[in-house]
């Protein structure tokens, strides 16, 4: 999976969406086939990476509803302060906000960053990622 999250990533960055699609769905279906094998917050991990390229694609509607599934997840397998949510409550607000749901892409983000600054410190780039997507979404 670290590989093909490597390669999701790079096409992620050159903007190959469609074959970004391809490989977080194969890193999905990877996690559905070793779900015994592999921690079980990893098939909701694989599934905000989909969320993501849905969010950067321009697909929002996509990318809330794996969103809200992998937030559902993970808040059913740790509870609701874990840092895995972190992204996914991201990708969430993100979403939100390019559908112009200001306030609810506004709790989204300060949710996510409250968990960045509480599991990863006030100088993490997480941190600083999640102030300027805060800001951006309470500008508008």
Known sequence: L???EARLNEALAAGRFPEAEQIALQMIDVARREAGRLAPDIQPAVKS??????AT???????ERLSLESIAELEQLHGREHKLLEQPLSNLG?????????????????RALALRQRHYGANSPLVASGLENLA???DN
Do not use: C, H, P
């Open 49 to 54: 990476n989909l969320a993501g390229v849905y």
């Open 2 to 4: 670290k590989q093909m």
């Open 94 to 110: 993100i979403a939100y906000f390019s559908q112009e749901r200001f306030a609810e892409a506004a709790a989204a983000q300060r």
């Open 136 to 138: 951006v979404t309470l």
């Open 57 to 63: 694609w321009g697909k929002f509607r996509n990318a």
